[in-house]
């Protein structure tokens, strides 16, 4: 053990008793010698000096003693932490003396865990008392070392066969208290369970533990005549779980992995056989107790029918860390001829669907798919490819040239699995534009393939709004990519440009970058980003005139967007921000704004809709007649492309005195936050006109209008452009 220092106790008692004279008699020695000192008319630093050495000896006789009273309570309840040697038997004490309470109390914690484990009530109500002690890891590891994996797993299987009995008795007051002891006692057990299976964590139990784990999750147990699997019982921890800490990758290796192996070897002969896919039930649902042993707040929605499965259980403890659905997710078994996410979406979806319990795989997959790294983005289009195949299935081209759902019961199968879909996509939003516009493709996703999988990701109305503010900062982005009116090789490095890009921009050849120059930069940056943005729209009105649904409203959230004049605000950390505009953004640039610059679009989105949104009023009364999600996108691109010629000096010299949006002598910009929403609308009409922009925006929104290429791609008319990759 580490950190422990070795004694013996009776020499150790004698050690603690002679510090506590010493003290006393130094103490007394240095009061008598100040008296002698100060007599005689000597200084007194002498016993000064004593007096300090007496205060140490004495401070360390009462660390002494606190460890003695320590060793005596660890002997009265016989926890011993010791070892034997040739010089006699030693006991093992922690030099940190709150480790060694920890100690004390997980074991006396994990005894008690036994007890009720064998159904002694009282041993449940005695558990309760140390909840509180979960987090420490020196009482965590103490704990899971007395329990043991068999003990882990059959404390939730006694408490559900409990609460159980006085159900069937309809005993009510036992009922209740069982219910509320259970949840504490399960989210106690969760938090211990997922310190102690961690390597990093010093409450770590050891990679035997994990498998012991295992061992008894495949086992069989028995109590009170009824016989459940290990894991159905461990279940019940997971689900429990409110991330803190999140489980570890090691956990999902090992016991994660092994649950998805363990319910597919013991229902793959049913599931072949046909009929329903009926997953392997957690212990609380196949003793019919629904929610008794529920957080209320992990419930998946209204539809669910109220009983989980041991695989749902143990989404809803991956997704609270990258690393552990990650280490779920991108495996693939012995023997097997896919991942498990394949086998997830396909192969078992069925039973997913079949419990409704939707949301601790849809926030797995938003936790394993929406990051920046190359695991992330693997899962992602492994999941964007999958998807994509079954809407290919699942749709087709109607009389009329539109899209049409051809087979309800596939496409609505997957509608639940809209929302992950979405948010993964919208997290590499930056490849729709090189799929679309540069015939690239994504790990293998190709256009077409994109084009599918969003119609399933547009029909979720949430996911529909992310991918449009995820889009609406990547052209934010490439906006901020145009240089400033004034650029020249003797400014560049000030501004944050390099001489080469001077020669990149001056497109007249001037040796400045004058206005001509940034609105013909501009205007490149806007067009390809409408293609884009058209895409998106166009996909969602096709999908929502599959279902049935009204095609010919512009959605709530993009109004929204509208009124609130989303597309002001500049990329954070920008290079280079107009004099002009710096007074127009006042405080809605603070707050570590510019902290967010690299961040990945969908993350900015989320931080510039808190910037926008916190005043709390319509800013662009224009959402009050937008009549469809293209126009909303168009006013989107007029905010931002007005911000574009604020910040890029494009405005710069132009008279705005006695403008209505203006403020002070000499005239500056109001801050957006304090113009009126017929100021912001005469803003706007001012820039466009005194910015030139008119050509740009007709431009923008004739792009954005194009419909040929998702028509293609979704088989609606010709195949798709030539140089695509299939």
Same mark, same amino acid.
């Given at each position: ?351 997913? @669907? ?120 990547? $052209? ?13 090789? /003797? ?69 929204? $967007?509208?009124?609130?004049?989303? /597309? ?19 405080? $809605? ?44 996108? =168009? ?45 912001? /609308?005469? =803003? ?6 005194? /910015? ?12 954005? @209008? ?21």
């Amino acid at each position: 053990m580490t950190e422990f220092t070795g004694v013996r106790q009776p020499e150790f008692d004698t050690m603690a008793s002679k510090h506590t004279e010493a003290g006393r008699r130094l103490e007394e020695l240095a009061q008598a010698l100040h008296g002698e000192l100060t007599s005689a008319g000597l200084d007194p630093a002498p016993a000064a000096r004593l007096r300090q050495l007496a205060g140490r000896v004495t401070s360390q006789a009462e660390d002494l003693r606190r460890r003695q009273k320590l060793v005596h309570e660890l002997a009265q309840q016989k926890i011993t932490f010791g070892r034997s040697t040739a010089a006699g038997s030693f006991l093992e004490i922690p030099d940190d003396l709150d480790t060694a309470k920890g100690l004390l109390e997980g074991t006396l914690a994990g005894r008690a865990a036994l007890r009720a484990a064998n159904g002694d009530a009282a041993a449940l109500a005695e558990l309760e008392k140390y909840a509180s002690r979960a987090g420490d890891p020196a009482f965590a590891k103490s704990f899971l070392t007395t329990l043991g994996a068999r003990g882990v797993t059959r404390l939730p299987g006694s408490l559900a066969l409990a609460l159980r009995d006085a159900t069937r008795h309809q005993d009510t007051e036992r009922a209740t208290r069982l219910s509320g002891q259970g949840k504490k006692t399960l989210s106690m057990l969760s938090t211990i369970l997922a310190k102690g299976t961690n390597p990093k964590s010093p409450a770590y139990a050891g990679a035997d533990f994990l498998k012991d784990l295992v061992t008894e999750g495949r086992a069989q147990h028995e109590a009170g005549g009824t016989s459940y699997s290990g894991y159905q019982a461990q279940a019940l921890i997971w689900r429990t779980h409110d991330g803190k800490p999140p489980y570890s990758r090691q956990f999902m290796e090992t016991v994660g992995r092994d649950v998805i192996v363990y319910e597919h070897d013991q229902r793959k002969d049913q599931w072949a056989a046909g009929g329903a896919r009926l997953p392997i039930l957690d212990l609380a649902g196949a003793l019919g107790l629904n929610l008794q042993l529920r957080p209320g707040s992990h419930m998946s929605g209204p539809d669910m029918k109220g009983k989980f499965s041991v695989v749902e259980d143990l989404f809803h403890a991956a997704k609270h860390g990258r690393e552990a659905s990650h280490a779920l997710l991108d495996h693939t078994p012995a023997g097997w001829k896919e991942s498990v996410l394949s086998y997830l979406l396909t192969t078992r979806w069925r039973a997913t @669907h079949h419990l409704k319990d939707y949301k601790p795989i849809r926030d797995m997959l938003t936790t394993a798919t929406t990051g920046q790294d190359a695991t992330s983005q693997k899962l992602a289009t492994e999941m964007i490819k999958i998807i994509s195949g079954q809407v290919h299935e699942a749709v087709g081209k109607a009389p009329d040239g539109t899209l049409e759902i051809k087979n309800r019961e596939l496409f609505d199968r997957y509608l639940p699995l809209g929302l992950p879909l979405g948010r993964a996509i919208a997290a590499n939003i930056d490849q729709l534009s090189r799929l679309i516009l540069n015939h690239k493709t994504f790990n293998g996703v190709t256009a077409t393939d994109m084009s599918f999988a969003l119609v399933m990701a547009t029909a979720d109305d949430v996911a529909f709004e992310e991918l449009i503010r995820a889009q609406t900062e990547h $052209m934010r982005a490439a906006l901020d990519t145009v240089p400033p009116v004034g650029l020249d090789a /003797g400014n560049a490095e000030r501004l944050g440009f390099t001489k080469a890009d001077v020669k990149q921009y001056d497109f007249n050849l001037n040796g400045v970058v004058d206005k001509d120059d940034v609105l013909r930069f501009l205007e490149d940056r806007a067009v390809e980003e409408a293609e884009p943005f058209g895409f998106l729209t166009e996909i969602r009105k096709q999908g929502l005139i599959a279902q049935g649904l009204n095609d010919k409203k512009a959605d709530e959230a993009l109004k929204g $967007m509208v009124g609130s004049a989303l /597309g002001l605000l500049p990329v954070p950390g920008a290079k280079y921000v107009g004099e002009l505009a710096k007074g127009a953004f006042g405080d $809605m640039l603070g707050k570590g704004y510019d902290k967010f610059a690299g961040a990945a679009y969908d993350e900015i989105a989320k931080q510039v809709a808190q910037r926008m949104f916190v005043q709390g009023r319509t800013m662009d009364e224009a959402q009050q007649s937008i009549a469809d999600n293209q126009l909303a996108v =168009f006013r989107l691109g007029e905010q931002m492309l007005a911000t574009a010629l604020l910040n890029k000096s494009v405005l710069n010299g132009v008279n705005i005195r006695n403008e209505p949006f203006t403020t002070g002598n000499p005239p500056a910009l109001k801050p957006f936050a304090e113009m009126t929403p017929d100021e912001y /609308g005469q =803003f706007l009409a001012w820039a466009r006109k005194r /910015g030139g922009t008119s050509g740009l925006l007709n431009r923008f929104d004739t792009t954005l @209008h194009q419909t040929d290429k998702v028509t293609a791609h979704l088989g609606l008319n010709d195949p798709p452009p030539t140089g695509d990759s299939q």
